[in-house]
């Protein structure tokens, strides 16, 4: 792919699996250390794992709040997913200048209320609840920046040398920017959830069973394992059913669902759907080799047997009751992504994802593997930006699925970081401790 879609996000690749398998069948003003790679001094010279951890977690905090108080006021608010590859400001690449990830920005969501910044959280959390409930449906990025309508306007760019605006959906690099994920939805009604449970306002409750409501009428799918399928693809403003289903989605999905279920929401049968979400997951173990397949090709049941990918081996170990069996998934990872500083994407081992290590960090310590996770967390400090964010890689480039991350700041690796550093799973109400750690 061309540099301009490769660039577009670290999860693009979750809403266009379907087109590439088609094909071949992500308060307080943040520090700035003194040079890019360095961590805060405030994390260099902590006395413990813990106190490192703790820096990592505040560092990491503050440059996400920062970026929410830069705008006045209280008014809802999107924050763009990456900088330039400076370390700091806006990228260059008009396709992510202004883009707001939506799935960057609901585990934005989720780190904050995990240090308590509540009113920070509430304004990105009200963006997306605007979205949720007044868009035709909930895209996978848009603008950044205020809120200032009922609907946060979809992303875009002035074209200099054109003198004419440009739709982020009308382009190529853009136009996965107007798809709706399945596992985007999942990630936003999460971090509704996740306000719902640290306020109690129904407004959270109802916006995340809206989202939940949508994945069931129109990413419902019976082939195969059954589960759901990847959602809407939009290239060029002509969406269509993305037919190919992704073990990640399922697993987000699984978390939603049960989260629906276990805090007796209305509007559906809750249980029922997280059963049949973790029912897909489940199918796509593969016993033998101790690992998760990354999904299924465009006929729904057909395993995509390769490439390895990091992140569902990771996250199905932070659902609730997680069989015993899915633990040797680790051990997977790290023979197969295992790289130095960290652990890649994918298993060409071409260097280190930072938001994919911090999953294993938070993985590691959700099992009770704290030596591990903190030897991971000491890396990730090292990739603090001038501009408070953490890189998304230290190396220049490395692959994902059919794109790459780029050695830029990078939103949705900064705020797992800081989930990694408190112990907050995502998957689950704030304080809910493993019954499994050893």
């Known amino acids: 792919m061309i540099d301009g879609v490769a660039a577009m996000s670290g999860k693009?690749?979750?809403?266009?699996?379907?087109?590439?398998?088609?094909?071949?069948?992500?308060?307080?003003?943040?520090?700035?250390?003194?040079?890019?790679?360095?961590?805060?001094?405030?994390?260099?010279?902590?006395?413990?794992?813990?106190?490192?951890a703790t820096a990592l977690a505040n560092a990491s905090c503050d440059a996400i709040a920062a970026r929410i108080d830069a705008w006045p006021g209280d008014n809802p608010v999107l924050l763009r997913s990456y900088d330039s590859q400076r370390g700091k400001g806006a990228p260059d690449d008009p396709s992510l200048h202004t883009a707001a990830f939506t799935y960057d920005n609901a585990v934005a969501v989720i780190a904050l209320l995990a240090y308590g910044r509540h009113a920070q959280a509430g304004r990105i959390g009200e963006a997306l609840r605007l979205a949720a409930m007044n868009d035709a449906r909930l895209r996978d990025a848009y603008r950044a920046g205020v809120v200032e309508s009922r609907t946060p306007l979809p992303n875009g760019w002035r074209d200099a040398r054109q003198h004419r605006w440009v739709e982020a959906a009308h382009q190529y690099a853009g136009a996965y920017q107007d798809g709706t994920s399945s596992g985007n939805i999942a990630w936003a009604a999460l971090a509704l959830l996740a306000l719902y449970d640290a306020t109690g306002?129904?407004?959270?409750?109802?916006?995340?069973?809206?989202?939940?409501?949508?994945?069931?009428?129109?990413?419902?799918?019976?082939?195969?394992?059954?589960?759901?399928?990847?959602?809407?693809?939009?290239?060029?403003l002509a969406p269509r059913k993305a037919s190919w289903k992704s073990t990640e989605h399922n697993i987000d999905l699984a978390a939603l669902f049960g989260w629906l279920a276990r805090i007796s929401a209305p509007g559906g049968d809750w249980a029922r759907q997280a059963k049949r979400a973790r029912d897909f997951v489940a199918a796509q173990w593969d016993a033998a080799s101790g690992h998760f397949w990354m999904g299924t090709t465009a006929d729904g049941a057909t395993p995509v047997r390769s490439p390895s990918v990091l992140d569902v081996q990771l996250w199905a170990q932070l659902l609730p009751n997680a069989p015993k069996a899915w633990r040797r998934a680790?051990?997977?990872?790290?023979?197969?992504?295992?790289?130095?500083?960290?652990?890649?994407?994918?298993?060409?081992?071409?260097?280190?994802?930072?938001?994919?290590?911090?999953?294993?960090?938070?993985?590691?310590?959700?099992?009770?593997?704290?030596?591990?996770?903190?030897?991971?967390?000491?890396?990730?400090?090292?990739?603090?930006?001038?501009?408070?964010?953490?890189?998304?890689?230290?190396?220049?480039?490395?692959?994902?699925?059919?794109a790459w991350y780029r050695h830029q700041p990078c939103l949705a690796a900064t705020?797992?970081?800081?989930?990694?550093?408190?112990?907050?799973?995502?998957?689950?109400?704030?304080?809910?401790?493993?019954s499994r750690r050893h």
């Open 12 to 52: 693009a690749w979750r809403g266009w699996l379907g087109s590439v398998i088609a094909g071949l069948v992500l308060g307080a003003c943040a520090p700035l250390p003194a040079m890019a790679g360095t961590p805060p001094a405030s994390m260099a010279n902590a006395a413990s794992p813990a106190t490192k």
């Open 330 to 402: 680790l051990g997977w990872a790290e023979r197969k992504h295992a790289v130095k500083g960290g652990f890649d994407f994918n298993d060409d081992r071409d260097g280190a994802w930072t938001e994919g290590t911090a999953q294993a960090a938070l993985a590691y310590r959700w099992l009770g593997h704290d030596a591990e996770a903190e030897q991971l967390l000491a890396s990730i400090a090292r990739q603090t930006s001038p501009g408070g964010f953490l890189y998304a890689t230290p190396a220049a480039r490395i692959t994902s699925v059919y």
């Open 201 to 236: 306002e129904l407004r959270w409750r109802d916006a995340a069973v809206h989202l939940a409501h949508w994945v069931v009428v129109h990413a419902s799918d019976a082939r195969g394992a059954g589960g759901f399928d990847g959602g809407i693809e939009s290239f060029m």
């Open 415 to 434: 705020a797992w970081a800081v989930l990694a550093a408190l112990d907050r799973n995502p998957y689950m109400p704030r304080g809910t401790v493993p």
